[in-house]
Nanobody, 128 residues
Framework: VQLVESGGGSVQAGGSLKLSCAASGTGDGSELKCRAWFRQAPGEEREGVAS????????YYANSVKGRSTISRDSAGNDVDLQIESLKSEDTAMYIC?????????????????????WGQGTQVTVS
């Protein structure tokens, strides 16, 4: 399964952005039981932003975006979106989607990049 992100760009502070992660290739996105968004700013470590567990649709968020972001999936389970509101300059980063075929709900909730096996190339978000 390949993951391809879209929706990045330049946004003014206070604005909103919707990022999409499409699954394609062999199999489909519904095979990935946990999907997540990470971000990495220059010189910084990769940070887990949000994840969604396909078992029951539970969602998890980093404190940095909690309350102003929403992760969701389409009915087929192939595409996962991340909506972020009230964007701040510190949200500027490369946003990367990830997935894993087999994982527990608790594992999905950790937002730990070490558990994910499928990664996209990323889409840049710049907030000014």
């Amino acid at each position: 399964v390949q993951l391809v992100e879209s929706g990045g760009g330049s946004v003014q502070a206070g604005g909103s952005l919707k990022l999409s992660c499409a699954a394609s290739g062999t199999g489909d996105g519904s095979e990935l039981k946990c999907r997540a968004w990470f971000r990495q700013a220059p010189g910084e470590e990769r940070e887990g932003v949000a994840s969604i567990y396909y078992g029951d649709g539970s969602t998890y968020y980093a404190n940095s975006v909690k309350g102003r972001s929403t992760i969701s999936r389409d009915s087929a389970g192939n595409d996962v979106d991340l909506q972020i509101e009230s964007l701040k300059s510190e949200d500027t980063a490369m946003y990367i989607c990830a997935g894993r075929h087999s994982v527990s709900q608790s594992g999905c909730a950790t937002l730990s990049d070490g558990i994910f096996t499928q990664w996209g190339q990323g889409t840049q978000v710049t907030v000014s």
